[in-house]
């Protein structure tokens, strides 16, 4: 008797070429590949699953909407037509449109043009000859705040006036073409704006500034106040009190260089070169000086070249190291600079 083959398995998704092909790719054993599709099922449900479950959507008649209005539009147009306080609440008005049937201002009957003197008419004379209202009493204002025309210039000028109303006025006005110029150099009296006229002789006058000297001495700049000082051309008050001012802070001028270090004088280089063309520092001259051991701070910062930030470690130096025997032992201070103290060695001392 044959033996009889052995049974075929059973077919099975699991062991389908796709599935054994991804096994296969990924590594993953049954169990694995069974719940990677159960994972790619349940997301395709849920995305097929709101297509299915959607509702219907309603459907829009608008019938039985319109006849709604049509209804209420009814209703409204009848209540207004019943309701009696509706209507005497809310009257209806009507507008007229405006017409403007004549001129603004009142007409001014027109004259036949004579000579006349323009300082003598009123408004209504000068509408009387053409010109129109807002013009005329314009040109009425003008003439009370100037005192009066004195030429016809004045009156063309006008704003507003137009040019063929005053060629028309301007042959029977009774004032010149142009006003007569005034000569202020003969009578030797300055003009309206306080000058005097080009080529006037301002003999006997007092000048409104004294005239500074052409030929000027020089003088020593250390003894020299604001007057002195005035007399150099360009040099005004207010530069004449810096230039003392900072003297004084000092203690004295020892270089002509010191000038570039006010603050006034720092941009105008001409005023400066005038300065030290015109002054001198007297030799062996002696500034005052500041005494490093026995000065508080409020007295040591006023010195332009110690300053605060200086005075504030010069005082501390002095607080921790007892009182300075010499000048030269302020380089001892770490942080004070061999710049600045050779500037402020002139001004300094130790006692």
Not at 63 to 86: P, S, V, W
Request: charged content about 25%; some cysteine.
């Amino acid at each position: 008797m044959a033996a009889l083959p052995p049974p075929r398995p059973s077919w099975s998704w699991l062991n389908s070429r796709p599935i054994r092909w991804v096994r296969h790719y990924f590594g993953y054993s049954r169990g694995e590949a069974r719940g990677m599709v159960g994972i790619l099922l349940l997301m395709l449900g849920f995305i097929i699953a709101p297509m299915l479950l959607r509702p219907e959507l309603p459907q829009y008649l608008p019938d039985a909407d319109q006849k709604g209005l049509n209804e209420l539009a009814a209703q409204l147009k009848e209540h207004r037509a019943t309701d009696q306080a509706y209507a005497s609440r809310y009257p209806k008005r009507e507008y007229k449109k405006f017409e403007r049937s004549g001129s603004r201002y009142p007409a001014v009957p027109q004259v036949r043009l004579a000579p006349f003197d323009p300082n003598a008419l009123t408004a209504e004379d000068w509408q009387a000859r053409g010109v129109p209202h807002f013009v005329a009493s314009r040109i009425v204002k003008y003439r009370e705040a100037a005192g009066g025309f004195k030429a016809k210039a004045q009156v063309q000028k006008m704003y507003g006036l137009e040019d063929s109303v005053y060629q028309r006025l301007a042959p029977f006005m009774q004032l010149p073409d142009a006003a007569p110029k005034r000569d202020y150099a003969a009578n030797n009296k300055p003009g309206p704006d306080g000058k005097f006229p080009p080529f006037a002789s301002t003999d006997g006058v007092p000048a409104r500034f004294p005239r500074k000297p052409r030929n000027l001495q020089p003088f020593d700049l250390n003894r020299a106040d604001t007057t002195q000082l005035m007399q150099i051309r360009g040099i005004g008050s207010g530069r004449a009190k810096w230039v003392v001012k900072y003297r004084n802070q000092l203690g004295g001028y020892l270089r002509e260089d010191q000038l570039d270090e006010i603050f006034v004088l720092k941009d105008a280089p001409d005023l400066r070169d005038s300065l030290k063309k015109y002054t001198f520092i007297a030799p062996g001259y002696v500034p005052q000086t500041v005494n490093v051991n026995t000065a508080s701070f409020d007295e040591m910062y006023l010195q332009p070249y110690i300053g605060k930030p200086r005075a504030r470690i010069i005082v501390a130096y002095r607080q921790q190291h007892g009182p300075f025997k010499t000048v030269e032992d302020l380089k001892q201070i770490p942080i004070l600079k061999l710049a600045d103290w050779e500037k402020m060695r002139p001004y300094v001392r130790c006692e």
